[in-house]
C-alpha cells in the first residue's frame, strides 16, 4: 500500500459545491463529467501513476483503474465526497478494490484496516525473499487480506524483482519503479539491504 499526501484539486471542489445531496451514495453519478479527469489527477499527482493497495504501475491513459471509495459509499455514505476517502486502485478482479468490495467489512473492521494516510504505513510491511508481504503486525495483516496483496501474480512480480535486483540495484529509484512496473516499497526495501 504506498502512503500518500492529498490536496483536493479545485476541479472536485468545484463541482461538490453544486452537489445538492453531497452526503448521499448517489451523489457519485453526479460527478461522471470529472470523473475521468479527477482520475487521472490521482494516479499522476498523488500516486506517481501506480496502483495504491498493491502498487503496480497503472498506465494513466488506460481503462485499468478506477477511483476507489477507501470506506465504502455502502458503509460510509457521507464520505462519498471526501476526497481523502478516493484513491486510484487498479481494476484487478482478485486483488485490491474489486477485492476489497466484495468482502462483507463492517465499520468495526475498518479500524483495522491501513489507510493510504497513515504515517504508520511507513514501517508494517516487510518482505519475504519469496515475494510475499510480510505484514509486521496485526493491522498489517488483516490489511493484506483485505486487498488480498499476496495474491500469486504479485507474489511473483515481486518474487522476479528480489531475485534478480542486484543487476538493477545501482539504477535510481524511479527509473527501477518505472522499468520494474512500480513496486516502490519492495524496491526501496531492496535499496536498505547489503550492497
Ligand atoms: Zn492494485
Redesign the pocket.
Known amino acids: 500500500m504506498l502512503r500518500v499526501t492529498k490536496i483536493e484539486p479545485k476541479l472536485f471542489s468545484d463541482k461538490k459545491r453544486k452537489i445538492k445531496k453531497p452526503k448521499e451514495s448517489t451523489a457519485w453519478r453526479e460527478l461522471a463529467d470529472i470523473r475521468e479527469d479527477l482520475r487521472s489527477h490521482i494516479l499522476t499527482q498523488e500516486q506517481d501513476n501506480m496502483?495504491?493497495?498493491?502498487?503496480?504501475k497503472?498506465s494513466a491513459s488506460s481503462q485499468k483503474s478506477n477511483i476507489d471509495h477507501y470506506k465504502t459509499r455502502k458503509l460510509y455514505p457521507e464520505l462519498t465526497l471526501d476526497y481523502n476517502n478516493l484513491f486510484v486502485?487498479?481494476n484487478?478482479n482478485a486483488?485490491?478494490?474489486s477485492y476489497k468490495d466484495r468482502l462483507p467489512l463492517t465499520k468495526d473492521d475498518y479500524q483495522n484496516i491501513l489507510n493510504p494516510l497513515s504515517i504508520e504505513l511507513n514501517e508494517v510491511f516487510g518482505y519475504t525473499s519469496f515475494g510475499e508481504i510480510e505484514p509486521l503486525n496485526k493491522k498489517a495483516k488483516f490489511t493484506q487480506e483485505c486487498?488480498n496483496l499476496n495474491h500469486i501474480s504479485l507474489v511473483e512480480e515481486r518474487k522476479l524483482i528480489i531475485q534478480n535486483f542486484e543487476s538493477y540495484r545501482e539504477f535510481d529509484e524511479d527509473i527501477l519503479v518505472e522499468c520494474l512496473g512500480g513496486h516502490i516499497g519492495l524496491i526501496r526495501e531492496l535499496k536498505k539491504e547489503k550492497k
Open positions: 496502483c495504491i493497495y498493491c502498487e503496480k497503472i486502485s487498479c484487478h486483488h485490491c478494490s486487498f
